[in-house]
């Protein structure tokens, strides 16, 4: 019997339904058990204690570079807007502390997301801020946080979680992955904080001209406001069915992740000089890093490329 294998056999690409459609929710009935002296906690991020309690925990054991010189800091209003969204879950925001003085010692959170998949609408969960104490990172609390989360998932009828990662993790469904590039901004600043070392033959003038950002944009771009936010849907919509992995909004969430707040999020459009339809638009959210190991700067700013709709 032949067993050649020709292109010709492969169906077009689709979403990939379980055959039971519902998991069985009888392997996430038991609570996961701790370590001794180890308690869970429901993390109230609508409290502001609580959200500077996780926002330091963060920035001292989240996510830094290979040297420790730059740590992400997720302000306590950075942490609210990402994770207290509309239709959130608080028992999505799980905390273990130690029994005996109530010290956080990891943490992972989740929000619910719909996304379509080809032409199929899945309720989903997108997993964020997994973090353990680096004394802790032997232990298996990996395994037991991520349990923890898909029970509560399961629990509220999602049977789909998305996570994302700086490593490809073997035996894991891999969706898609994505490449970070710098743009840099203010070059004699990154450079004195040794962000970059200069290449042979370029000099600090040669960068700083290389980067100039113009002092006026080409086409005028003003803040995204309230009253546009019906636009941006369809907007987004249409823009949105040239691929087949996105994120369905309701006008709320629409609302909620692009409407601009100081300090955290941007969100701009260029609109038609007549008609005054928008035409583009374009969004980046600021998020912080804290500097340990420099005398002059103990702080970078940064935006971070959010959703752009080119017209």
């Known amino acids: 019997m032949s067993t050649d294998f020709s292109l010709n056999d492969i169906s077009p690409n689709e979403y990939i339904e379980s055959p039971d459609t519902i ?20 993390l109230d991020l609508t409290v502001p204690d609580i959200q500077k309690e996780v926002s330091d925990f963060l920035v001292n054991y989240y996510v830094e570079d290979s040297e420790n010189t730059y740590r992400l800091y997720y ?19 799980l905390g273990v502390r130690l029994e005996t003085n109530r010290k956080l010692v990891a943490c992972i959170m ?3 997301i719909t996304v379509r998949i080809y032409n199929k609408e899945v309720k989903s969960a997108e997993i964020n801020f997994l973090c353990i104490h680096p004394k802790l990172r032997h232990h298996r609390l990996t395994s037991i946080l991520t349990y923890a989360i898909a029970r509560e998932i399961v629990l509220k009828e999602r049977y789909h979680s998305i996570y994302t990662g700086g490593k490809l993790l073997i035996g894991r469904p891999t969706l898609s992955i994505n490449q ?11 450079y004195e904080m040794n962000f970059f070392s200069l290449k042979p033959q370029t000099t600090l003038s040669m960068m700083i001209k290389m980067y100039c950002v113009p002092e006026k944009t080409k086409y005028e771009w003003v803040p995204l406001i309230h009253e546009d936010l019906q636009q941006i849907m369809n907007l987004i919509q249409e823009y949105f069915r040239r691929f087949h992995i996105v994120p369905i909004w309701s006008i709320d969430e629409i609302a909620h992740y692009l409407l601009p707040k100081d300090e955290i999020l941007y969100t701009y459009v260029r609109k ?12 980046f959210y600021e998020l ?7 005398c002059k700067y103990n702080e970078l700013r940064a935006a971070w490329t959010w959703y752009m709709i080119p017209g």
């Not at 009888?26 to 906690?41: G, T, V």
């Not at 970070?180 to 990154?190: D, M």
């Open 288 to 294: 912080k890093s804290i500097i340990t190991k420099n």
């Open 75 to 93: 302000s306590p209003q950075f942490l609210k807007w990402a994770l207290i969204v509309p239709g959130f879950y608080g028992e999505w925001f």
């Open 23 to 42: 998991i069985n929710t009888c392997k996430y009935e038991r609570e996961p058990k701790l370590l001794e002296n180890f308690i869970w906690d429901r």
């Open 110 to 112: 989740g929000t619910p």
């Open 272 to 283: 038609n000089s007549q008609t005054m339809e928008i035409t583009d638009m374009m969004s």
């Open 180 to 190: 970070f590039y710098h743009r840099y901004l203010n070059v004699k600043k990154l």
